[in-house]
């Protein structure tokens, strides 16, 4: 069975500074990757997702991730936080091979920015 | 504008109510979900539904019902027999199963039992 782990349900940065979101997966075949935010009392909106191809995946908003086969993990970056940044954000898997394409969520992370 | 809606945003229940939450979208999406959200527990699936009549189970269907009668539509009940549904609720939707399909979100119903 899939699962997703996100280290730290806090992360806390200053304006300006690095951006590190961790995401690691389990799976007995690599899964398809997703990155969702949630800004409060607002519904998910898709960051960025890896399928096939190329493992550094770009997405909105200056996010980008790297698919690591070898260390199971799909950490989201930006290399300078904004205030606007500040929300929760959520990684999810979906099998490759499944019949319905279902995704599975980690716990989130909730991201904090310091002025 | 294409997109999903969900209403109400906020919506109050006394203990012992049926309560129905509505979904709807113009995508022209095939498969729609329903997600609770609880603080700190990610998101977790009540059902889904991938074609018009049809309709899953997910992880944490009981004290739940939706019916699937039109492609555009997904409502969801929450009844009396739900211990715990003070919750966030979010309905998605995507174009069809496969697994690379994004799936795109409402913009959510809290639910509060009063």
């Known amino acids: 069975a899939q699962s997703v782990t996100q280290l730290g349900s806090h992360v806390s940065v200053s304006e300006g500074a690095l951006v590190l979101l961790r995401c690691n997966y389990s799976?007995?075949?690599?899964?398809?990757l997703f990155w969702y935010v949630q800004y409060p009392n607002q519904g998910l909106q898709l960051l960025l997702k890896y399928t096939t191809g190329a493992t550094l995946v770009k997405g909105i908003n200056g996010f980008e991730a790297e698919f690591k086969k070898s260390e199971t993990s799909f950490h989201l970056t930006k290399p300078s936080a904004h205030m606007s940044d500040a929300a929760e954000y959520f990684c999810a898997v979906s099998d490759p091979g499944g019949s319905q394409g279902n995704l599975i969520f980690g716990k989130g992370t909730k991201l904090s920015v310091k002025p | 504008d294409g997109g999903i809606t969900q209403s109400p945003k906020y919506l109050f229940r006394k203990e012992g109510q049926n309560v129905t939450l509505s979904c709807e979208q113009n995508?022209?999406?095939?498969?729609m979900y329903w997600y609770r959200q609880d603080p700190g527990q990610g998101l977790r699936l009540i059902y889904y539904?991938?074609?018009?009549?049809?309709?899953q189970k997910g992880d944490i269907a009981e004290g739940y019902s939706v019916s699937r009668e039109k492609k555009e539509s997904f409502p969801l009940t929450v009844t009396s027999a739900q211990k715990n549904p003070t919750a966030f609720y979010l309905c998605?939707?995507?174009?069809?199963?496969?697994?690379?399909?994004?799936?795109?979100f409402g913009p959510g119903t809290r639910l509060t039992v009063l």
């Open positions: 539904s991938q074609i018009v009549n049809d309709f």
């Open positions: 998605a939707s995507k174009t069809g199963t496969t697994s690379t399909d994004t799936q795109y």
């Open positions: 799976s007995s075949v690599p899964p398809y």
């Open positions: 995508l022209n999406h095939d498969a």
